[in-house]
């Protein structure tokens, strides 16, 4: 894919974005006496996601830096999810522990042996949580 | 000023700095969390006490909201995203000491000098502050976004994406105005709207957990491994404040400025200085450099916490979130700011000044070098060892902000977007700016148009709301001619 279609592709996106903005701003109540009520700065953003969209699309990009990777898709992936699951998990099991399990996985994910990442999400889980409850007093 | 030199007053600041450290090199934790978790401590002490560690906490935590922007990538404090990439690509060329010992001297520089204007000018700064209305607020918000629309190295247009991503983020919640509830699809709880560090958390430090667990061969950015002295942090910054004496004169002006007026704070005096420095260096069609940027934001905002307290302590006005809990805590005490104040409290008043000085003067450089030794041993951590840290630090700090579990998935949501954005080529600060004078912007607008009945010329018939206009125009003249010259006018 190149710049010019991932530009395309953003201004594309940004354009129904500022149309679907746009379409719920309509469904705000407008008042009396000129006030254009509480969808006028939803207007004005909408319309200027809209035309910023539709200049992407048209214009030539200048990142001249941009160029093709190839993405493990999994591994962000699976940090993800697990990010997504925690607070789910959170609530049964206390945050401490599903908090190392998901450290635990990012690090092994990032190229650490499944033990030293065992040992580096037990421990990081362990400090971040006492650090935050116990010597800062944030409860977790 | 016994308070202040009392062993209590000494040890408040002590410990009042070594807290502010902590709170603001953990990404998630801010200056402000920092001083609302101190209330019920301050409760219980003298105010001569109390008020010292709390200017010794916001101080210091505002400095190290640096250093996670040095080691992890993730702005600590909004004021620091306006230079956070300039700090990271520093560490990364010359070494943390380098870097942070130009964000800690610059503070302690941009603090001394807001000091110094608070103690000189504090009345006639007051006088200025009350000819603000809501048109002046409006106009400062448009030429915030349109100086940080401009300062963007890149496309303008693609700039102008990202502050409209912010512009509308701000949009979601109960409209500043009729308390109508915007784009938060019948969920109380986004009803509150988006909080910033939480999106700042994902934006920066979750979109670059997943931007190494997807691009695993991405080139990392060398970490200077020759061995740096103390005087990398004490000599080398004084050099560059001395040759940048008149950038340095000037952004501390602007924090003053910017960080009178109640509401605006640090933050905005920040990316304005930032911003304008980034114009004033593609004007003068020299490479972009990091090392004036910091300074330009680290001075301001350092000036902007100390001119925060003028409306505070003379109007009852709080200039930013930080003295809006300190106005509580005169209250707790039967203390009522004001005029009356500075001839009722003189002892207070001085103390408060004492203690601006002293943290400017030994804490920061103190607590800065102390920050900038464990930076440079926490740059050397292995890879996988660090992102499962910024990991960690991503979900806890997210949610800490509110207690809020919603948080957490906004913040992986803002993950995702951030490193869509980045392939596609767009800045992430503006989305940040946009966040922060969205509000401001909207609410400021709104107030003025309902007092002059939707008679839009009110908004050009004030000097001083004329003079922020002709401000903001003459930073699009020079902006777009600039742009053009450099090539990149999309």
Partial sequence: MSAVSIQRIWGAALTLWGVAILLVARQFPRLADHHPGPALFPAVVGSGFVITGILLVLLKPHDAAWKPITLEWHRGLIALGLCLLLPWVAFMAGFMIPLAIVVAVVAWLAGLSWWKALIAGSLTGVVIFYLFTNLLRVPL | ?490
């Fill in chain 2, 1 to 490: 000023m016994s308070g202040l030199f009392s062993w209590e007053g000494i040890l408040a600041l002590l410990l009042g700095g070594l807290y502010g450290a902590l709170f603001g090199a953990i990404p998630g934790l801010t200056a402000t969390l920092a001083v609302a978790l101190f209330i019920p401590v301050a409760f219980f002490l003298d105010p001569a006490v109390a008020l010292p560690a709390i200017i010794a906490i916001s101080t210091v935590a505002i400095f190290a909201g640096d250093v996670s922007s040095t080691v992890a990538k993730i702005p600590g404090t909004p004021a620091s995203a306006a230079y956070f990439e300039s700090l990271f690509r520093l560490s990364r060329r010359e070494g943390p000491l380098y870097s942070l010992g130009i964000s800690a001297i610059g503070s302690a520089v941009g603090g001394l000098i807001g000091s110094l204007l608070l103690i000189l000018t504090a009345s006639v700064i007051i006088k200025v502050a009350r000819q603000f209305s809501s048109f002046e607020y409006f106009w400062i918000a448009v030429l915030g976004l349109t100086a940080g629309l401009f300062a963007s190295g890149g496309s303008t247009l693609k700039a102008m994406a990202s502050l409209l991503v912010g512009l509308f983020f701000a949009l979601v919640g109960v409209d500043p105005t009729l308390g109508y509830a915007r784009f938060s699809f019948g969920n109380a709880q986004l009803l509150g709207g988006l909080n910033y560090i939480v999106v700042m958390i994902g934006l920066f430090g979750f979109s670059e957990v997943l931007t190494q667990l997807w691009e695993p061969d991405k080139e990392q950015e060398e970490v200077k491994m020759a061995r740096q002295t103390a005087r990398a942090f004490f000599g080398r910054p004084w050099g560059l404040i001395l040759r940048e004496k008149a950038l340095v004169f000037r952004s501390s002006l602007l924090g003053v400025l910017v960080g009178f007026l109640p509401g605006a704070g640090a933050d905005i005096g920040s990316w304005v200085s930032c911003s304008l420095e980034r114009i004033r260096q593609i004007r003068s069609g020299k490479e972009e450099r990091d090392d004036t940027i910091l300074l330009a934001g680290t001075t301001s905002n350092n000036a902007a916490v100390a001119s925060a307290w003028i409306p505070a302590l003379s109007l009852g006005l709080p200039g930013d979130t930080i003295t809006a809990i300190v106005l509580g805590i005169f209250m707790m005490k039967g203390i009522s700011p004001g005029p009356l104040l500075f001839d009722q409290q003189p002892h207070l008043i001085q103390s408060l000044y004492g203690t601006f000085i002293v943290c400017n003067l030994l804490l920061l450089p103190l607590y800065g070098y102390l920050a900038a030794l464990l930076a440079r041993k926490l740059l050397h951590v292995s890879k996988p060892l660090l992102l499962s840290v910024i990991t960690g630090l991503c979900i806890v700090g997210a949610y800490a902000i509110n207690h809020e579990i919603r948080d957490i998935w906004v913040m992986a949501g803002m993950g995702v977007l951030a490193y869509a954005l980045k392939r596609g080529g767009f800045p992430l600060a503006q989305i940040v700016l946009g966040m922060v004078l969205g509000p401001l912007l909207e609410q400021n607008f709104m107030v003025s148009a309902i007092k002059s009945r939707w008679d839009i010329t009110s908004f050009f018939d004030r000097p001083l709301a004329l003079g922020l206009m002709v401000a903001t125009l003459v930073i699009i003249g020079v902006g777009i001619r600039f742009k053009h010259r450099v090539g990149a006018n999309t």
